[in-house]
């Protein structure tokens, strides 16, 4: 068994995750409460203009020698510390992203895939194949996370909820690949 033998499980799991991507966001709406409100969102807003898009450091230093410097001292003690993502300017679109999104789920499936065809052979039943590739799909849903909390302060109930969504992942895609595999 081959990873192109694994095309219709790879092609399932990624639509059944997307839907369950699309209720997690659209019904449950337990993401909701990841964002906060500025204090002053206009005075934000109006700081943040001019800024092309991309991932901002403040106060910006990426050099540690700069932190010996007194000047930049005073400016991570008297805060705000950030990282900021700035986006293009206009009312968001979906398509793009949920194309995007179904390609990743695709992209996972074929890991799936790859750990499946070779660590299982045809005769698999049902509850292996749905470990390896429950196992791979959960794995490669979740663990990228820790480091942005760690490193970049996502905060932990955050990256705990996106646990939550990587096990229905998981979970699913297990199925399908236990089922049709």
């Given at each position: 068994?081959?990873?192109?033998?694994?095309?219709?499980?790879?092609?399932?799991?990624?639509?059944?995750?997307?839907?369950m991507s699309?209720?997690?966001?659209?019904?449950?709406?337990?993401?909701?409460?990841?964002?906060?409100?500025?204090?002053?969102?206009?005075?934000?807003?109006?700081?943040?203009?001019?800024?092309?898009?991309?991932?901002?450091?403040?106060?910006?230093?990426?050099?540690?020698?700069?932190?010996?410097?007194?000047?930049?001292?005073?400016?991570?003690?008297?805060?705000?510390l950030a990282?900021?993502?700035?986006?293009?300017?206009?009312?968001?679109?979906?398509?793009?992203?949920?194309?995007?999104?179904?390609?990743?789920?695709?992209?996972?499936?074929?890991?799936?895939?790859?750990?499946?065809?070779?660590?299982?052979?045809?005769?698999?039943?049902?509850?292996?194949?749905?470990?390896?590739?429950?196992?791979?799909?959960?794995?490669?849903?979740?663990?990228?996370?820790?480091?942005?909390?760690?490193?970049?302060?996502?905060?932990?109930?955050?990256?705990?909820?996106?646990?939550?969504d990587a096990?229905?992942?998981?979970?699913?895609?297990?199925?399908?690949?236990?089922?049709?595999?």
């Open positions: 068994m081959g990873i192109i033998d694994l095309w219709l499980p790879i092609l399932v799991s990624a639509a059944v995750c997307w839907v699309a209720i997690i966001w659209t019904v449950l709406k337990y993401h909701n409460r990841d964002y906060a409100q500025t204090a002053d969102e206009e005075a934000v807003r109006a700081a943040l203009k001019g800024n092309r898009p991309g991932f901002y450091l403040l106060p910006y230093c990426v050099d540690p020698a700069e932190l010996k410097n007194e000047d930049v001292k005073r400016k991570y003690e008297e805060g705000p990282y900021i993502t700035m986006l293009p300017s206009g009312v968001p679109t979906m398509g793009a992203k949920l194309i995007a999104q179904i390609a990743f789920f695709i992209a996972v499936g074929i890991v799936c895939a790859y750990f499946v065809s070779r660590t299982l052979g045809p005769e698999a039943d049902y509850l292996a194949t749905f470990r390896v590739a429950g196992a791979v799909a959960f794995l490669a849903n979740s663990f990228a996370y820790i480091p942005e909390s760690i490193w970049f302060g996502r905060p932990w109930p955050m990256t705990v909820k996106s646990f939550v096990l229905l992942y998981g979970l699913l895609t297990g199925g399908v690949f236990g089922w049709l595999a």
